[in-house]
């Protein structure tokens, strides 16, 4: 049982905007930023949105992120193929003081 | 360019032991806390643990605390985790990461990841 609950997958169409959903509580997204992390299949996961919704270089402008309140957002516009993946939100647990992961969301593009 | 090499990973009883390295390369690792996170097959990440740039802070998750030690000798640039009291639910591919900030702490993100290397407890 993850502290912060995604879904378990998602998917959409090629060219289509997908979110997918982070929910925590004040204990960690309410107090502290989101990371956000895309693992490609049989491969390491890589930084994709930091600090709620910073790109690091390299990263396209098609993924962005947001946070209100206790939940935070990963947009992905403009679907490719190549999004196929497990994304990852991230954040620090002050109660637990320590990092701590969503359970994951399955993106398919159809 | 940044490089983070585990080793070490294998097949262990229950109640066994395992150390595994992490060889870092393209910085300068002192300057920089580092974390483990690990992942059981078909599911999800899990921080393991964390250290700070000099080793002198650590963190544990709550479900490793007590049996499993991270340590890191900056003169040799790698990063190491001692398992111990090992437990089928500890199987699992092992990944260490670097932090951006020389501590690990709120704010902070792992932005660099090395492939991992597979844990398995089985008798």
């Known amino acids: 049982q993850s502290v912060l609950t995604q879904p378990p997958s998602a998917s959409g169409t090629p060219g289509q905007r997908v979110t997918i959903s982070c929910s925590g509580s004040?204990?960690?997204?309410?107090?502290?930023?989101v990371n956000w992390y895309q693992q490609l299949p049989g491969t390491a996961p890589k930084l994709l949105i930091y600090?709620?919704?910073q790109r690091p270089s390299g990263v396209p402008d098609r993924f962005s992120g947001s946070k209100s309140g206790t939940s935070a957002s990963l947009a992905i516009s403009g679907l490719q193929s190549e999004d196929e993946a497990d994304y990852y939100c991230?954040?620090?647990?002050?109660?637990?003081?320590?990092?701590?992961f969503g359970g994951g969301t399955k993106l398919t593009v159809l | 360019e940044v490089q983070l090499l585990e080793s070490g990973g294998g097949l262990v009883q229950p109640g066994g032991s395992l150390r595994l390295s992490c060889a870092a390369s393209?910085?300068?690792?002192?300057?920089?806390?580092m974390s483990w996170v690990r992942q059981a097959p078909g599911k999800g990440l899990e921080w393991v643990s964390g250290?700070?740039?000099?080793?002198?802070?650590?963190y544990y998750a709550d479900s490793v605390k007590g049996r499993f030690t991270i340590s890191r000798d900056n003169s040799k640039k790698t990063l190491y985790l001692q398992l111990n009291s090992l437990r089928a639910e500890d199987t699992a591919v092992y990944y260490c990461?670097?932090?951006?900030?020389?501590?690990?702490?709120?704010?902070?993100?792992?932005?660099?990841w090395g492939q991992g290397t597979l844990v398995t407890v089985s008798s």
């Open positions: 393209g910085f300068t690792l002192s300057n920089y806390a």
């Open positions: 990461a670097k932090e951006t900030l020389v501590m690990v702490v709120a704010g902070t993100k792992l932005d660099y």
């Open positions: 991230a954040t620090w647990d002050d109660s637990l003081n320590g990092r701590v």
């Open positions: 004040s204990s960690n997204i309410g107090s502290n930023t």
């Open positions: 600090s709620d919704n």
């Open positions: 250290i700070s740039g000099s080793g002198g802070s650590t």
